[in-house]
């Protein structure tokens, strides 16, 4: 079963930093294309960011862009999502994705992490 793994969540301060990671145990990640979701209280799940297989290509939700950035490292088998200059409106749970290739990441059809709390304090 693919079963992404989450970490890397905390609270921190607007404009502060922080950076999640993503594993799948027991799976190799460089055969599937990754992604990040976020979903606050009451909220719909709203997508962060995704990485295609290759890594060539990468994507941002538009409140993310030019903030956040996702990478992979296969030889560590583990995504990664850096998120700067974080507002309070980044306060969410935060879902890492993987799926057989972006479109299905993106479409929310691929297999879901438990989550990682990110509080962000004015």
């Known amino acids: 079963q693919v079963q992404p793994v989450e970490s890397g969540g905390g609270w921190v301060q607007a404009g502060g930093s922080l950076r999640l990671s993503c594993a799948v145990p027991?799976?190799?990640?460089?055969?599937?294309?990754m992604g990040w979701f976020r979903q606050a209280p009451g909220e719909e799940r709203d997508f962060v960011a995704a990485?295609?297989?290759?890594?060539?290509?990468?994507h941002y939700g538009v409140s993310v862009k030019g903030r956040f950035t996702i990478a992979r490292d296969n030889t560590k088998n583990t995504v990664y999502l850096q998120m700067n200059s974080l507002k309070p409106e980044d306060t969410a749970v935060y879902y890492c994705?993987?799926?057989?290739?972006?479109?299905?990441?993106?479409?929310?059809?691929?297999?879901w992490g438990q989550g990682t709390q990110v509080t962000v304090s004015s």
């Open positions: 994705a993987a799926g057989r290739n972006i479109a299905i990441v993106t479409s929310k059809q691929g297999y």
């Open positions: 027991e799976h190799t990640i460089e055969t599937y294309a």
């Open positions: 990485i295609s297989v290759s890594g060539d290509s990468r």
